[in-house]
């Protein structure tokens, strides 16, 4: 499928920001990807123009990295955590039950094209295990029941709201998001709990000052830089 003149705008606004083009390669995958639902050849010829590889290297590093895809993806990914923390406090019986109730397994989408399943690894959420995502967006706490609902609210074409962002948009939407075109939505949602917190707060309670100040600082800034 060709890349459309929108596309193709954003990667050129994205490009100017990298003082060398090809360090653009990724974030234009990505902008490729939300175009397409997944890198296609067309995705990877107008990449490698833009920034002066060729079309094999550009492929290289897309068959590389598994948040590039090879075939279209649904609407919605969601993503289920099956590392230790998430799998022992009910992420695999999640799993098992999404694999049942979609019938589709990793990586393959169900027949209508909403939904495509995946197994994540450690999301550094496990606060909140076991989490989900859907189109990256933090679904925390889960439960079988409230991830059978999320699956079911994205099917009927309902709003799911994520546990600490924003509403979960379109797999098109999270891709140019990621690629770091602004959305306007940074603010959307709360970023941290008492849960999130208790570890500052028992150094604070140690008297170990500094560094949980130093910690409060970067955490805010990353949320501000999000
Ligand atoms: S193990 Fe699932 S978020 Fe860390």
Redesign the pocket.
């Known amino acids: 499928m060709a890349i459309s003149e929108t596309t193709r705008a954003q990667m050129r606004e994205v490009l100017v920001r990298y003082p060398r083009k090809r360090s653009a390669l990724m974030p234009l995958l990505h902008l490729a990807q939300a175009d397409d639902g997944y890198v296609s050849a067309d995705g990877i010829s107008v990449v490698a123009d833009l920034v002066g590889l060729t079309d094999a290297e550009v492929t290289a590093v897309a068959t590389f990295y598994t948040m590039y895809l090879k075939q279209e993806s649904g609407h919605v990914r969601v993503g289920v955590?099956i590392?230790?923390?998430?799998?022992l406090l009910g992420?695999d019986e999640i799993w098992d039950a999404l694999v049942d109730h979609c019938g589709v397994g990793t990586n393959q989408t169900t027949d209508d094209g909403t939904i495509t399943l995946e197994r994540i690894e450690?999301?550094?959420?496990?606060t909140h295990?076991?989490?989900m995502t859907a189109n990256w967006e933090f679904l925390d706490d889960m439960t079988v029941a409230k991830a059978r609902h999320v699956v079911d609210d994205v099917r009927s074409g309902r709003s799911v709201q994520s546990t600490r962002g924003p509403a979960v948009r379109t797999f098109a939407d999270a891709g140019r998001v990621i690629a770091g075109v602004d959305d306007g939505l940074v603010a959307e949602g709360d970023h941290r709990d008492d849960r999130m917190l208790a570890g500052l707060r028992i150094a604070q309670q140690n008297g170990d000052a500094d560094r949980s100040a130093e910690a409060e600082r970067q955490g805010a800034s990353k949320v501000k830089g999000r």
Do not use: D, E, I, K
Not at 83 to 87: E, H, I, M
Not at 122 to 126: E, L, M, P, V
């Open positions: 955590c590392n230790s923390l998430c799998a992420g450690c999301q550094a959420a496990c295990a076991p989490v």
